[in-house]
């Protein structure tokens, strides 16, 4: 209809734009929806891809478009994770970001997803000074950023507050090893558990998470033989990411996996696309075509009788 507001005063008593060229420019900027039909993914089917040994996929997202890709590619798992403050947002570190920024993405995403389990982290702040503040936390969360659970990164310092979380039935994702949110007093991003004490100490944290209530726990940076040795002890899946093949299932940052991000690549990941360079590309061939009047072209254009056309001179 904004089409048609423009045109009248122009075209004065003249007939108005056909409703066929209005149902098609409106239907043309409505937000698509997720077309999947595979059953919706739970807490009890993670857990039994994991005694089935079938792997779990899981990728971040942090907009409705990247949470519309991820379900419609059939992944099984999105997390909505404070690396949008870098990726998305432009923070220089993940502590930037607030729990309010969390949760307007959060609830973005959750619009384009149907059938993937849906968790968000909480950020940095939200949730260590108690676990009151964390509960408050979780329930914006979920209740106001669409999600299913939420993730925290800590170990065992953490337990009394997933516990607390669960109890109150929140669904907790636990998050061990390398934590980013901490990672200036870990010495910068550093793999971890490269000795055998070390090893010990993740997994006297890993079962502390589980204890607590987790349902699952994300393991980053680890040597792969500490991520498969951790998973073959824990009765909860592991998400795995820089931790190897032996765990339950592997997430990675959407927009690393795609290319968008080119200055540094961490060594556990695999770039599946160049979006960067992509789009880039198509960008800049736009603005030549502006540039040099090639768009827009004759298809690009709405249409007018002539007759309606020569009133207008």
Not at 1 to 21: E, K, Y
Not at 84 to 100: D, K, S
Not at 272 to 294: M, R, T
Not at 302 to 307: L, N, R, S, T
Request: charged share 25%; glycine share 10%; proline share 5%.
């Amino acid at each position: 209809m904004s089409l048609l507001r423009t045109l009248r005063p122009v075209l004065g008593s003249a007939r108005p734009v056909t409703p066929v060229l209005a149902r098609s420019y409106s239907a043309h900027h409505s937000p698509q929806t997720s077309d999947q039909t595979r059953k919706k993914v739970t807490i009890p089917e993670l857990a039994k891809m994991r005694r089935n040994k079938e792997k779990i996929s899981m990728v971040t997202a942090h907009d409705y478009v990247t949470g519309l890709i991820a379900d419609k590619a059939g992944v099984d798992m999105i997390l909505v994770g404070d690396s949008l403050a870098m990726v998305a947002l432009g923070y220089p570190n993940t502590n930037q970001i607030e729990l309010e920024e969390m949760v307007y993405h959060a609830k973005a995403v959750s619009r384009g997803v149907k059938s993937a389990f849906m968790v968000a982290d909480l950020p940095f702040g939200s949730y260590e000074e108690s676990p009151e503040k964390a509960i408050r936390s979780a329930i914006q969360m979920i209740q106001k950023g669409g999600m299913e659970a939420v993730k925290m990164e800590g170990g065992k310092e953490l337990a009394p507050t997933i516990k607390r979380l669960t109890e109150v039935g929140i669904p907790v994702l636990g998050h061990i090893g390398l934590t980013p949110q901490r990672q200036s007093s870990l010495g910068g991003f550093r793999v971890q558990g490269k000795t055998a004490s070390g090893a010990e100490s993740i997994l006297e944290d890993a079962y502390e998470l589980q204890k607590a209530g987790c349902f699952a726990i994300v393991l980053e940076a680890v040597p792969d033989k500490v991520g498969e040795w951790l998973s073959s002890k824990l009765e909860v899946p592991t998400i795995g990411i820089g931790a190897g093949p032996g765990t339950s299932g592997q997430v990675l940052v959407m927009l690393d996996m795609l290319g968008g991000f080119g200055s540094f690549t961490p060594k556990f990941l695999k770039k599946y696309s160049q979006f960067l360079d992509i789009n880039v590309g198509a960008v800049k061939q736009y603005h030549e075509e502006v540039k040099g009047g090639v768009f827009p072209a004759q298809e690009h254009c709405y249409k007018m009788g002539d007759e309606e056309a020569a009133k207008l001179k």
